[in-house]
T-cell receptor, first 111, second 115 residues
Framework: QQQVKQSPQSLIVQKGGISIINCAYE??????FPWYQQFPGKGPALLIA?????SEKKEGRFTISFNKSAKQFSLHIMDSQPGDSATYFC??????????FGTGTRLLVSP | GAVVSQHPSRVICKSGTSVKIECRSL??????MFWYRQFPKQSLMLMAT?????????EQGVEKDKFLINHASLTLSTLTVTSAHPEDSSFYIC???????????FGNGTRLTVT
């Protein structure tokens, strides 16, 4: 129940396209859902986060869609650029407890 | 924004020696810091939670005598890999937040190679 399932494992998108990464969870106590971006050899960087009281949050080209009833949330990257090529991790947390990470999605944006 | 600095970024050591990795919160005080381990092409695995002024809490399966954690101040936590062996080679990443429940920020990681 503590798991966060992430898909796809890898994704190739053309430059200018939309990248979509999905995550699903079981623990209804989760109340914080961040997305992290990680480049090779670097630590994860917080990209955007959402709480379950809203269904969507947008920051620039990055949007989180949240479906509380389905217990799913997704990251949309609009107008994907080669510089967006990285590994993306979704995560979830219940209150002050530890962050639970998804398995990661390797995104490649082709020029 | 919250910045977490980790040092060194890379370290190579011989089998049997110990290695210390430092994690600092540069512009905030962190009562809690977290240490993760990441294998190639895998997700982050939480090793332990470090609390300032008290003993760290280790996740199941993590050897506390091998991975010594010290959190002596509100801005510094250290991870010492004792008697390192090649199987300890990995990417170690620390993280911190400025208050419980606030966003977690990560350092840039330390690539440890044990020869």
């Amino acid at each position: 129940q503590q798991q966060v399932k992430q898909s796809p494992q890898s994704l190739i998108v053309q430059k200018g396209g939309i990248s979509i990464i999905n995550c699903a969870y079981e623990n209804t106590a989760f109340d914080y859902f961040p997305w992290y971006q990680q480049f090779p050899g670097k630590g994860p960087a917080l990209l955007i986060a959402i709480r379950p009281d809203v269904s969507e949050k947008k920051e620039g080209r990055f949007t989180i869609s949240f479906n509380k009833s389905a217990k799913q949330f997704s990251l949309h990257i609009m107008d994907s650029q080669p510089g967006d090529s990285a590994t993306y991790f979704c995560a979830a947390r219940a209150g002050f407890q530890k962050l639970v990470f998804g398995t990661g999605t390797r995104l490649l944006v082709s020029p | 924004g919250a910045v977490v600095s980790q040092h060194p970024s890379r370290v190579i050591c011989k089998s049997g020696t110990s290695v210390k990795i430092e994690c600092r919160s540069l512009d905030f005080q962190a009562t809690t810091m977290f240490w993760y381990r990441q294998f190639p092409k895998q997700s982050l695995m939480l090793m332990a939670t470090s609390n300032e002024g008290s003993k760290a809490t280790y996740e199941q399966g993590v050897e506390k005598d091998k991975f010594l954690i010290n959190h002596a101040s509100l801005t510094l936590s250290t991870l010492t890999v004792t008697s390192a062996h090649p199987e300890d080679s990995s990417f170690y990443i620390c993280s911190a937040n400025d208050s419980p429940g606030s966003p977690l920020h990560f350092g840039n990681g330390t690539r440890l190679t044990v020869t």
